[in-house]
Nanobody, 123 residues
Framework: VQLQASGGGLVQAGGSLRLSCTAS????????MGWFRQVPGKEREFVAT????????AYADSVKGRFTISRDDAKNTVFLQMNSLKTEDTAVYYC?????????????????WGQGTLVTVSS
């Protein structure tokens, strides 16, 4: 399985961006999916996760109420809608997939990773 993330860019604080992650392969709909982010010099941190069938989601406290994860299995794509962006949201964002269908907040629980897309929020 290959994951391709896109949609990053430069945005002013208070603005919005939507990240996309498209997967190859016919089993995408059975995977649990997640978004993580990383700032240089810091560990990769959990952002959001969604289960197979979108029945369950979870968010980091820092993004709850501002970010929304969703998926379109017909397009093999998972999205991260980011609203009310803050400068501290600046990071490289990675999508991840796991064979187990449930949500997961630990990076160690994911089997596949995309290449990352840079989000820069200016003040």
């Amino acid at each position: 399985v290959q994951l391709q993330a896109s949609g990053g860019g430069l945005v002013q604080a208070g603005g919005s961006l939507r990240l996309s992650c498209t997967a190859s392969g016919r089993t995408f709909s059975t995977y649990g999916m997640g978004w993580f982010r990383q700032v240089p010099g810091k560990e990769r941190e959990f952002v959001a996760t969604i289960s197979r069938g979108s029945s369950d989601t979870a968010y980091a406290d820092s993004v709850k109420g501002r970010f929304t994860i969703s998926r379109d299995d017909a397009k093999n794509t998972v999205f991260l809608q980011m609203n009310s962006l803050k400068t501290e949201d600046t990071a490289v964002y990675y999508c991840a997939g796991r064979i187990i269908q449930s949500i997961a907040i630990s990076s160690a629980q994911y089997d596949y990773w995309g290449q990352g897309t840079l989000v820069t929020v200016s003040s």
